[in-house]
């Protein structure tokens, strides 16, 4: 079925909360709530359907936006793709002008709110930084590490990924235990890349998957409620982990990188090819740093993920 084009709009409050609206009770996906938005009309490009729609059913103006994530959904009845985009600024204060209801809702309440099914990676995607920390490298001693990790959280960081395959099982349940305090203790979410056998003997927000471990899984390895990443290089990768119902992933490397040097990079436009088959927030990895966040949204992601680039130095 050809996918009807969707242009759809974040639009979040200074208060960090974002505007939903209750779709009439008639419509295809009636009574649930959504993110305001609407159909891309022939001769019309993204950008101008994304003005139009919010005019006519807020009555602001959009003046800059920059995409979040794009979602294609095969619903029984239609498929639809879903280009989502933040609105960074607009003018006016928004409005139910077609009548329907409409509420400012926190991230965290995003949940209790029924939303089509194809939403759900958009919630995800508003839940995530655009900064994902991978550990570096693995610690010889505890108290080092620890520290290292304290000056990177201290940096705003609020996702982090536990690396640390030197380490036999013992060693990295006592490290995850102590770094999932410190994590707590600064407001971010850690996951664990740890053997399977581990995955439910340490706590933590989630778990982050290698490659080869995406492949022995054929259940996902943790509950809804937890967070589930998986490392990905290629298409086939990125559709075993969506089968697997991973909520984000990695992908790499985009940029030729020192740690990796006989890996070949698949640059933006490839990183953004592959993004266009996926359904889930992906964040650019490989030769990244801070400064191509702006670049790794453009191309459709998340944002970055880094070692080298987030990791202090003691
Ligand atoms: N706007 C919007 N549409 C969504 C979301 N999620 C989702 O599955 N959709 C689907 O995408 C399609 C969007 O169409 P729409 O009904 O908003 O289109 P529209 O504003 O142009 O309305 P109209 O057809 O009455 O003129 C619908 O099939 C709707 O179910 C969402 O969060 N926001
Ligand atoms: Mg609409």
């Known amino acids: ?82 280009d989502v985009h933040s609105i960074l600024k607009y003018a006016g204060v928004p409005y139910g002008m077609e009548g329907q209801p409409l509420e400012w809702v926190s991230i965290e309440a995003l949940h209790d709110y029924p939303m089509p099914a194809a939403d759900r990676p958009i919630c995800n995607a508003l839940k995530l930084p655009d900064t994902y920390l991978i550990t570096g490298p693995d610690p010889k001693a505890m108290k080092p590490f620890l520290r290292s990790l304290e000056v990177s959280l201290d940096q705003d960081i609020k996702l982090v990924q536990l690396r640390a395959p030197g380490l036999s099982d013992d ?37 982050h998957l290698t490659s080869l471990q995406l492949t022995k899984l054929s259940d996902r390895p943790v509950s809804s409620g937890k967070w589930l990443a998986a490392s990905c290089h290629n298409q086939r990768e990125l559709e075993q982990a969506a089968a697997l119902g991973v909520d984000f992933c990695v992908l790499s490397p985009v940029l030729a990188t020192a740690s990796h040097p006989q890996a070949n990079p698949l640059g ?47």
């Open 1 to 82: 079925m050809f996918p009807i084009h969707v242009a759809v709009a974040v639009i979040q409050n200074l208060e960090g909360k974002i505007l939903l609206t209750r779709r009439q009770e008639h419509t295809h996906q009636g009574g649930l709530w959504e993110f305001p938005g609407g159909k891309v009309e022939r001769r019309e490009d993204l950008a101008q359907a994304l003005r139009r729609e919010i005019r006519e059913e807020l009555g602001i103006e959009v003046i800059t936006h920059q995409p979040l994530i794009s979602i294609t959904h095969a619903y029984p009845e239609k498929t639809v793709r879903l």
């Open 171 to 207: 060693e990295y349940r006592s490290l995850a235990a102590a770094a999932y305090k410190l994590c707590q203790r600064y407001g971010a979410k850690m996951l664990a890349n740890a053997s399977l056998g581990l995955i439910d003997k340490i706590d933590t927000d989630g778990v």
């Open 268 to 314: 933006w436009d490839q990183f953004s090819e592959h993004l266009k088959h996926v359904n889930m927030p992906v964040y650019a990895l490989g030769g990244l740093d801070r400064k191509h966040i702006p670049q790794a949204k453009m191309a459709g992601g998340q944002g970055i993920a880094a070692i080298s680039a987030l990791w202090a130095q003691g």
